[in-house]
């Protein structure tokens, strides 16, 4: 029957007793699919029955909805017209693995970062009765690890004081990527079991309560949907769902199968990935060095913003729980909550990835860098993350940070950097902020866990004396250089400098290398306005350097999805265009 569905015209045609096969075949298809394409799977197998509810009561795209996040939009795509193309989900020149307005008008709003959908859905809600428009409905699905967050709880607070024709629904399993934590989910457990305190807090925030109801049931949806559509102002309908739902192992392990790679689409068995057992994810070197550190350094504490598998902080909240600290989504609150302990003496290591702590920015120039607390952010994710994204890009760290008063910022060449500059900024008491940044996915060396090395902070590394041309690399993508050069014609030609910090810069390297090479060639995985590069201009202006630079870096545009390979390519970041660069100069 799914067969018959290209739009949601198409599913309201049919009959009400039939929409539990839909499910079934729909629930199937994102199985088949994701197991050989990869992509996000307990998030939209959850809502398979809300997502066709939600399709058949209200009048899409006429009326308004807002998936939180976007995990969870799978079915969604594949009965708003992308069935046929939902195989290319995430992949170069592909659907987006989120909810995308230039792709349909169905997607009403791009997401991708979470607790966005109730302050966006609020806004269309206004706007259509500015317009004259009161029929319009406007609904907003958000998860129970989402509206923990801030920026979810300003959106209720502001919703529950107007007459907007807004229903919130709150998907509650229990879980995000890792379980949800903090009070809120203990007070929706309560309401679960029925043992909640008199008063519900979203009545007391001026919201419509209904619920909790059976999310799996078909027919509940649809009655309570089809009564929430007759009553106007702000709703709240509280769902129960079960993340995974139709795949056994997906229900039993729902962190793992939250983006669970390719598995055998019968048993649920995940497939070997062929990477392991080479070199280490560098989250992993992060998540035990920091175990290895904070066991001989009381002062250390760990902070994640809801990533604490993600960033690998759980080793440490495995063995030293009482230090290590999940806050949920809330990526403001973990910066601050950092910067408040480091007055007190602490090191807080705050591991963020990149693209989210884009969302604390305030906080980093107010909280941590105004005051000079020694607070260490690691920055995973940092630079081109691959099929997750625009939105997931680590691409303006540098740029964003560097503009920053007091901040240090760092990126190791390899995983024993990473673990050195660690080592370095709880043995040495810093002077201000840090930034560590690190990329997605593996590293390049087996036997990592060295004897560690202070590293003096604004200090580069010479790895190569050349004659005429100079590559400067910052981070781990300068390992490319160094494979680069062991083949390549008069490889005397070219030096190689890993400066690893953009701020401070390494002058003294740099005169020595502005006075000895002709032409210098930067090389970043992050945005060529304001990085790395920007850097190293700014300051050959400042000193008059006479000769050229040419800079490799990820131009003033958003980058789509597709594998890191594939990305680099177009970004030109790869060793062929490199090459083909090389050849110009000669």
Not at 417 to 433: A, E, H, I, K, S
Request: net charge neutral; with cysteine.
């Amino acid at each position: 029957m799914l067969a018959q569905i290209k739009n949601p015209d198409d599913l309201r045609r049919i009959a009400h007793t039939d929409l539990g096969q839909i499910a079934r075949e729909l629930r199937s298809y994102i199985i088949d699919i994701v197991a050989t394409k990869e992509g996000h799977l307990g998030a939209s197998l959850g809502v398979v029955e809300l997502t066709i509810a939600l399709h058949y009561v209200f009048n899409t795209p006429d009326d308004k909805l807002i998936w939180d996040v976007g995990h969870q939009a799978y079915g969604h795509k594949i009965l708003t017209g992308r069935k046929e193309n939902f195989h290319t989900n995430r992949q170069l020149n592909g659907i987006s693995g989120f909810p995308k307005r230039e792709e349909s008008k169905y997607d009403d709003f791009g997401t991708g970062h979470s607790s966005t959908s109730i302050s966006a859905i609020l806004g269309m809600a206004i706007a259509a009765k500015l317009k004259g428009d009161h029929k319009k409905q406007h609904i907003a699905v958000i998860g129970d690890a989402s509206i923990a967050s801030g920026m979810a709880f300003e959106g209720l607070n502001h919703l529950g004081v107007t007459d907007a024709n807004v229903l919130v629904i709150l998907n509650d399993n229990a879980i995000g990527i890792d379980p949800s934590v903090g009070a809120l989910k203990k007070y929706l457990t309560n309401v679960k079991k029925g043992t909640a305190k008199d008063e519900n807090i979203f009545e007391c925030l001026n919201l419509n309560y209904t619920g909790p109801i059976d999310g799996h049931d078909m027919q509940e949806l649809l009655t309570t949907l089809r009564r929430l559509r007759n009553i106007k102002g702000p709703r709240l309908l509280h769902i129960i769902t079960t993340k995974g739902k139709g795949l056994l192992k997906a229900e039993q392990n729902q962190v793992v199968y939250h983006a669970p790679g390719k598995f055998d689409r019968q048993t649920g068995e995940l497939y070997k990935n062929p990477t392991v057992g080479t070199a280490p994810k560098y989250q992993d070197v992060f998540g035990h060095t920091i175990v290895e550190l904070a066991k001989k350094n009381q002062r250390i504490v760990g902070i994640t913003p809801a990533m604490p598998t993600g960033s690998s902080l759980k080793y440490m909240m495995e063995e030293i729980p009482e230090r290590a600290f999940d806050v949920g989504i809330a990526e403001q609150h973990a910066v601050t909550l950092a910067a408040g302990m480091a007055t007190q003496g602490l090191i807080p290591f705050c591991t963020i990835y990149s693209t989210f702590l884009q969302r604390a920015y305030d906080q980093v120039i107010h909280d941590v860098a105004l005051q000079n607390l020694p607070v260490v952010f690691c920055l995973d994710r940092a630079g081109l993350v691959g099929q997750d994204g625009p939105t997931h890009h680590g691409v303006f760290d540098f740029a964003y940070l560097r503009c920053i008063p007091n901040m240090t910022i760092f990126s190791p060449f390899n995983e024993m950097q990473l673990r050195d500059m660690m080592y370095t900024c709880q043995v040495n008491d810093l002077n201000g902020p840090i930034a560590i940044r690190y990329p997605r996915g593996y590293g390049v060396t087996k036997k990592w866990q060295r004897p560690f090395n202070t590293i003096e902070i604004g200090k580069g590394r010479k790895l190569k004396d050349g004659e005429k041309i100079a590559f400067l690399t910052i981070g781990p993508i300068g390992n490319q250089i160094t494979e680069l050069l062991e083949d390549i014609d008069h490889p005397e030609f070219y030096g190689h400098f890993d400066m690893r910090f953009v701020k401070p810069l390494d002058t003294a390297l740099l005169k020595t290398v502005f006075s000895n090479y002709e032409h210098l060639i930067t090389l970043e995985d992050g945005c060529e306005k304001g990085g790395f590069a920007s850097a190293i201009i700014e300051y050959a202006q400042k000193v008059n350097y006479v000769g050229s630079i040419k800079t490799f870096a990820i131009k003033d545009e958003f980058i789509e999805q597709g594998t890191v390979e594939e990305l680099y390519r177009i970004c030109g970041l790869d060793s062929k265009s490199i090459k083909q660069y090389l050849e110009t100069l000669s």
